[in-house]
């Protein structure tokens, strides 16, 4: 069965220090999306990407950044981590525009 | 600012009684329309996907769309306790983003 696998599936970092977590999928996607989510303010975009070589900056990019080398894969790294990062982080992907998405099982990070 | 409101809830039904979820959206030339269920600790999951005005029946499930008047509901038959999670409203608009309701909260009680 196609998936979505995120690592790690828990992080504890400190400020400062850069942090990259990974998103592979094995759906074949061109779509690939990474939001956070907090407590009070439900799932945040954070960039997406629709193919190899595209990127986009979501609503709350700032502090991260993305590339997109292959299909599969869509790591998402925080340049220097704050204490205002710390949240779980989830992947998802698409097969076209007009479709759902799928989760990862998201990434725990805490920024100490 | 595209919108989608949700009842952040809790929610409280008895078992076996219906659940009834709703989630209204400002983008009247949104595309499509789904519902994710999120359980505590864990990813969104979809449960509907709704593209067309009328009803859509999966089970125990019934998602109900109504452009015209801009929401969409889902409808949850004989509630059991596992239904007890997070329910997430997502509406893709007329430029193809998904915009997120932040969620009801529905507490199914024994």
């Known amino acids: 069965d196609a998936e979505i696998t995120q690592s790690p599936r828990h992080k504890i970092t400190e400020t400062g220090r850069q942090v990259t977590l990974a998103c592979h999928q094995t759906?074949?996607?061109?779509?690939m999306f990474w939001y956070r989510q907090d407590l009070g303010h439900g799932l945040r975009l954070i960039h997406y990407?629709?193919?190899?070589?595209?990127?986009n900056k979501g609503e709350v990019s700032d502090g991260y950044s993305v590339s997109r080398s292959n299909t599969e894969d869509l790591p998402l790294t925080l340049e220097s981590a704050a204490s205002s990062q710390t949240s779980v982080y989830f992947c998802?992907?698409?097969?076209?525009?007009?479709?759902?998405?799928?989760f990862g099982n998201g990434t725990r990070l805490t920024v100490t | 600012q595209k919108e989608v409101e949700q009842n952040s809830g809790p929610l409280s039904v008895p078992e076996g009684a219906i659940a009834s979820l709703n989630c209204t959206y400002s983008d009247r030339g949104s595309q499509s329309f789904f519902w994710y269920r999120q359980y505590s600790g864990k990813s969104p999951e979809l449960i509907m996907s709704?593209?067309s005005n009328g009803d859509k029946e999966d089970g125990r499930f019934t998602a109900q769309l109504n452009k015209a008047s801009q929401y969409v509901s889902l409808l949850i038959r004989d509630s059991q306790p596992s239904d007890s999670a997070t329910y997430l409203c997502?509406?893709?608009?007329?430029?193809?983003?998904?915009?997120w309701g932040a969620g009801t909260k529905l507490i199914i009680k024994p």
């Open positions: 759906w074949n996607h061109n779509n």
């Open positions: 997502a509406v893709r608009d007329s430029n193809y983003q998904l915009i």
């Open positions: 990407s629709y193919g190899v070589q595209d990127t």
């Open positions: 709704i593209y």
């Open positions: 998802a992907t698409s097969g076209t525009d007009n479709s759902p998405l799928h």
